[in-house]
């Protein structure tokens, strides 16, 4: 079990945000838990700095370009990156510095996934250099992958079957779980178990709802151990104040 850290970019700065409030018209319905005059770059420095590998850059939304090139310039193959990936524009990602692409919305079409898109991007980059994300959000009992922003529900659910489908065609997965985004009241415990039934090795990365070194043991016990984690809002270096980062690197290591 690893600490993966991240850097997450709305409208050009690093900010931590509640997920759900996310929106296609990028208005003022965003909450924001913190925003920093500190670039991207400089969380970049301080993971390279760490050696914590497996981290991700997200662009959130628009006009998050430059940031995102300035974060990976700084720590060339230390970071992979997400938000409006396509097979346009998937290469010069990696030309850019990202160790691999994260995939979600461009793989969906009539809310199932498009294997055809996958397979054409997969064979493009190298399934070394692609994180599926499947965040997904609860309706009823299951949970759903959801896209766009975290706004659109497809009709692709969370189960071993489908973690089994895709595993020939990316590196790992990146799970956020959505309802609890930034909001740091506690993981989803049944999304953890859902995601540790799954036994074919493949890396998972969850997020979502830590607030706490409570939580953090919690995913590792229900998790079997076999999930990694990504913490925000509550981390120091987010202006949290449930969870100190050089704690983590101490304990979580990313190098392990």
């Known amino acids: 079990m690893r600490f993966r850290p991240c850097i997450d970019l709305h409208k050009g700065k690093v900010k931590q945000i509640v997920g759900g409030s996310l929106n296609d018209d ?3 319905t965003v909450q924001t838990n913190f925003e920093t005059t500190r670039p991207a770059r400089w969380y970049a420095k301080l993971y390279r700095r760490d050696q914590l590998l497996g981290g991700h850059v997200i662009q959130l939304g628009p006009g998050n370009k430059q940031a995102a090139q300035d974060a990976l310039a700084a720590w060339p193959g230390g970071l992979q990156l997400g938000g409006a990936v396509t097979e346009d524009n998937a ?31 997969c ?58 985004e930034g909001k740091c009241a506690g993981v989803e415990l049944d999304l953890v178990k859902r995601l540790a039934r799954w036994q074919e090795g493949l890396p998972i990365t969850y997020a979502g709802g830590i607030h706490c070194m409570e939580d953090i043991h919690l995913i590792e016990e229900l998790g079997k151990g076999r999930l990694d984690f990504t913490v925000g ?18 304990t979580y290591f990313g190098n392990k």
Do not use: P
């Open 26 to 28: 990028d208005t003022n």
């Open 91 to 121: 290469v010069s990602w990696i030309d850019a510095g990202a160790s691999a692409v994260i995939v979600t919305s461009w793989v969906f079409h009539d809310g199932v996934i498009d294997l055809a898109r996958l397979k054409r991007l």
């Open 123 to 180: 064979n493009k980059i190298g399934k070394n250099r692609l994180v599926l994300d499947l965040s997904s959000r609860r309706r009823e009992d299951d949970y759903y992958i959801v896209t766009n922003r975290w706004q659109t529900f497809t009709r692709e659910k969370i189960t071993s079957a489908l973690l089994d489908n895709l595993a020939g065609y990316c590196s790992q997965y990146l799970v956020h779980a959505v309802d609890v």
């Open 233 to 250: 809002s509550a981390l120091d270096i987010f202006g949290g104040t449930g969870l100190k980062y050089k704690n983590l690197v101490k």
